[in-house]
């Protein structure tokens, strides 16, 4: 599931395949794995392919600075 998301940019799959593992099904519920799963896409998204990178955050006023 991993490798399919990573392939088709599919977020289910993520989720997925953290929601099969015994330790987090274990001790986390459903959201708290969606959460975590969200909480680490972003923490890593530059090193994820784009697909699985999150949304900029749209700012309010206005589009997010370039880059400089």
Known sequence: LTV????TGRRDHV???ALLDP????TLT?????ALCD???EAHAG???DPLRP???VR???PAPSAR
Do not use: C, M
Not at 30 to 34: F, N, P
């Open 15 to 17: 989720y997925q395949a």
């Open 23 to 26: 330790n987090a099904a274990a």
């Open 4 to 7: 399919q998301a990573a392939l």
């Open 55 to 57: 949304l900029a955050p």
């Open 60 to 62: 309010a006023g206005g």
């Open 47 to 49: 090193l994820l392919p």
């Open 39 to 41: 909480e680490l896409l």
């Open 30 to 34: 459903t959201d708290q794995i969606v």
